[in-house]
């Protein structure tokens, strides 16, 4: 399997990848495509492949929804993966520095719909 961050993999047989494999394919795809994976490439490639794990499951999440928006809101899908990654990361980072509680997934759930395009550019 060839991944792409542009084009949605195919979910049967991203899920049926280990995770080593999946952050491969999202090293390799950056690496062919030049584009950058920060001062982690390990940290950057899992973030990637959480959210295509949570994109591949479906509706069973608001990951599918969000990034649906943010695409018709102008962002690439790689750059919608990355700005989605961006809220989780930062609910972990919330969650194991800070000793964050509560329901981290309501809390992601309500961050996402908070996330538009125009804030992940401002970011930037």
């Known amino acids: 399997m060839q991944y792409d961050a542009n084009t949605a993999p195919n979910p049967e047989e991203w899920l049926a990848l280990d995770d ?6 999202v090293i390799e795809c950056h690496r062919r495509h030049h584009l950058p994976l920060g001062g982690n490439a390990n940290l ?3 973030a990637h492949a959480m959210v295509e794990n949570q994109i591949a499951m479906g509706d069973v999440t608001v ?4 990034l ?3 695409m018709r809101e102008g ?3 790689h750059d919608a993966i990355h700005a989605i990654g961006s809220v989780l ?3 972990i980072f919330d969650a194991v520095k800070k000793k964050a509680g509560g329901d981290l997934n309501a809390k992601y759930g309500r961050e996402l719909v908070e996330l538009t395009a125009a804030s992940w550019r401002s970011q930037g």
């Open 89 to 91: 990361i930062g609910i």
């Open 20 to 25: 080593a494999e999946r952050i491969d394919l």
């Open 68 to 70: 649906d928006r943010l």
């Open 44 to 46: 950057h490639a899992r």
């Open 75 to 77: 962002l690439s899908r």
């Open 63 to 66: 990951v599918p929804a969000t």
